[in-house]
């Protein structure tokens, strides 16, 4: 089973953790693939309302708005609770 890690980060010492961050990104990239500055995690009750979110005119008027803004990968993945 797929498994994602999410970290919510304070960086209190710009240096050390610009070491952290050059040498993380690559390592982790060997078994992510590309690596992009920002990423989100939204959980929805069900694959079917996840769909369904996707779908909706409130959401589909918010992507025309990132659409040639942004490079964007967009999984809708079903996991166990």
Avoid at 6 to 11: D, F, G, L, P
Avoid at 16 to 21: D, E, F, N
Avoid at 48 to 69: I, M
């Amino acid at each position: 089973m797929p498994a994602l890690w999410i970290a919510h980060v304070t960086v209190t010492d710009e240096d050390a953790y610009g070491k952290y961050a050059k040498l993380a990104g690559p390592a982790i990239a060997e078994l992510e693939g590309k690596e992009r500055p920002r990423n989100v995690v939204a959980r929805f009750p069900s694959l079917e309302e996840a769909v369904a979110c996707y779908n909706s005119p409130a959401y589909q008027e918010a992507l025309s708005h990132a659409k040639g803004a942004s490079e964007r990968e967009l999984m809708v993945v079903e996991i166990e609770d």
